[in-house]
């Protein structure tokens, strides 16, 4: 429906461009005349640029048909939702340089308006190259010829705006050369991910470190585009006022950006808690539950090295460190990883202030029993021995080894032996259990320390 309606528009802009010029020669009968009275006639004019706008679709169809191919329906959408929002700032930038408009910045405009298009549709294209079982090498030319040729583009016109800014002074150049240098970070991105694909797609198992590089990649063209957006508008306020049209992808960018920091930093926290603090799979837990990562579709051993989540979900550490990149959430059942060890360590350490807190109170009490002792001490110095309290704890009377036999000395002495062994036992098992404690409130503390 969509090529009829083409098709139908595409005769009909040639039969009124056709009409318009043979009216135009019938009136005038001579050439110059004719375009004279074509270029003063308002009807005419807005058939020719009818007609222009005609043609430069077509020359777009058949150069995203040369270097594209087919479009899927998802490259489709994301392409016509971009235009109109590009053509709505378009319409305001006409508002900051309205004396500026004529045919050649129409020109300028529409030229633009299909560069845009390329570059949008190269991101999506490349971003397919991922979910693609084959990748053939038509698409390897394409691609490479497209890069090739909007990175001329780009450039040529980042540095025809330069040098006519240079000689003319502030122009609507200002706004060209922006949006094309804006469209070389999108090429920059562009190259990075086709050349990182290339490299996974060479390998014959999965490169572990790819999402790692696709993540300070993006990091990098978002800062550059924040950076290049700021600059833009400072000079724009500078030379002209305000640009209203610049608002929405000036957001957007910074939007951006801000959440590349934080993928980078929640990434490298959840890369941490994984190395650090969650246990390796023992063989018990491969055998209790299912033993095949659901990342990767490959059989876990315990010599894999595979990493259990705090919610019971086992995966192979490579492949856990590829997810978290992406996001931190567990595989299988979305947790949030981050979120659950946060609180998590936060009940611990609500527990080791606790514990902290009644030993405080404990050694203070204990401060306080020894002071009254001591008090009651020199107290009952002081009174009669009428008032002697006796001692709490008696020492035992010594025996009386008149009438003993030696068996029965020697099994006295080996009861004592006994007695005593025991009670040292104790003490050291009261000393180990003391130390374990010690050596447990100092993990927390540095837990807790390397959180924060």
Not at 168 to 186: D, H, S
Not at 214 to 240: D, G, K, P, Q
Not at 276 to 297: M, T, W
Not at 301 to 329: M, V
């Amino acid at each position: 429906m969509a090529q009829i309606s083409i098709f139908l528009l595409t005769v009909a802009s040639v039969v009124l461009t056709a009409l318009t010029v043979s009216n135009a020669f019938f009136q005038k009968k001579q050439f110059y005349p004719s375009v004279v009275y074509i270029t003063k006639s308002s009807p005419s004019m807005a058939v020719m640029y009818i007609q222009g706008l005609v043609i430069a679709y077509l020359i777009f169809q058949l150069v995203r048909r040369l270097f594209f191919g087919q479009l899927r329906a998802v490259e489709n959408e994301h392409l016509s939702e971009r235009t109109w929002h590009a053509i709505m700032e378009t319409c305001l930038a006409f508002t900051v340089f309205r004396d500026d408009f004529s045919p050649r910045f129409a020109m300028q405009f529409v030229f633009l308006l299909f560069v845009k298009s390329f570059h949008w549709i190269s991101e999506d294209r490349v971003d397919f190259m991922e979910r693609s079982p084959i990748i053939t090498a038509l698409f390897h030319c394409r691609m490479m010829s497209l890069l090739a040729f909007l990175s001329a583009v780009d450039s040529y016109f980042i540095s025809h705006a330069y040098f006519t800014t240079l000689v003319k002074g502030p122009t609507v150049q200002i706004v060209f050369g922006f949006e094309y240098a804006v469209l070389m970070t999108v090429v920059l991105h562009v190259t990075i991910k086709y050349i990182l694909h290339m490299h996974d797609l060479r390998n014959v198992h999965p490169w572990e470190n790819k999402a790692v590089y696709l993540l300070y990649s993006e990091l990098l063209i978002n800062c550059l585009r924040s950076v290049l957006y700021v600059i833009f508008v400072a000079v724009m306020i500078r030379l002209h006022t305000f640009p209203l049209f610049s608002i929405r992808p000036l957001y957007l960018t910074v939007r951006a950006f801000h959440k590349a920091v934080n993928d980078v930093i929640l990434s490298r926290r959840a890369v941490h808690a994984m190395n650090n603090l969650f246990p390796l799979a023992s063989e018990q837990d491969l055998s209790s539950g299912d033993n095949i990562c659901i990342i990767c579709r490959e059989e876990m051993t315990p010599l894999s090295g595979a990493k259990k989540l705090p919610c019971n979900h086992i995966f192979h550490s490579n492949c856990l460190r590829s997810w978290f990149q992406r996001q931190q959430s567990c595989p299988t059942c979305r947790t949030d990883i981050l979120g659950l060890h946060s609180r998590f360590n936060h009940s611990q350490c609500n527990i080791y202030f606790l514990i902290s807190s009644l030993l405080n109170l404990f050694i203070k009490n204990l401060y306080k029993l020894n002071y009254s002792l001591s008090t009651w001490g020199c107290l009952m110095q002081t009174l009669p021995s009428l008032f002697a309290v006796p001692a709490v704890f008696p020492f035992p009377p010594v025996p009386t080894f008149a009438g003993l036999t030696d068996e029965e000395i020697a099994a006295m002495e080996g009861r004592e032996r006994a007695a005593v062994e025991a009670r040292i036992n104790c003490i050291r098992n009261i000393g180990l259990l003391l130390d374990a404690a010690a050596m447990q409130l100092q993990q927390y503390m540095s837990v807790v320390q390397s959180l924060r």
